[in-house]
């Protein structure tokens, strides 16, 4: 049985449509560099886990659409290059400080599930993503997932 997760990027950075656009739609998680979503990361999400992807510090925030995880944990060699914007001169391959996974696009939700419509749904109100909004890999239970799947207008 799959958990289920929210992954934040800015569209400008990584957008629903860049993962689609990648070969295969698939692409790696890169770039997470707080401890508690590394912890994620590395250690909980697996094969098969279901990701809302969420475009965050736009007008208006948003889950937009879902994908899959298809790659468990592994270093993120972003943290290895200087010339990376990730680049993290403590970490290296020997004693890896930070992980990613990779991700499939599944698919774009028929509309997109807004931050002020989230806040509204009383169902929704321990949702990590309403309550550690900083976090940006955060897990989503279940129940939130089908909510969120209903709002979006995505049938069972």
Do not use: C
């Amino acid at each position: 049985m799959p958990n289920y997760w929210l992954f934040k990027s800015e569209p400008s950075s990584f957008s629903l449509d860049d993962l689609r656009s990648r070969p295969d739609a698939t692409e790696h998680w890169d770039g997470v560099r707080n401890f508690q979503a590394r912890n994620f990361l590395r250690d909980q999400i697996k094969v098969g886990d279901q990701v809302l992807f969420y475009h965050s510090n736009i007008a208006e925030p948003a889950v937009v659409g879902l994908a899959e995880v298809v790659r468990e944990g592994y270093p993120d060699f972003t943290a290895f290059d200087p010339a990376s914007k990730y680049f993290d001169p403590r970490s290296n391959p020997e004693k890896p400080t930070w992980f990613m996974v990779d991700v499939r696009f599944v698919r774009a939700l028929p509309r997109p599930v807004t931050l002020a419509e989230l806040k509204t749904v009383p169902e929704l109100s321990e949702m990590a993503l309403l309550n550690r909004s900083r976090l940006s890999v955060q897990p989503v239970r279940k129940e939130e997932w089908d909510r969120v799947m209903k709002l979006a207008g995505v049938a069972p």
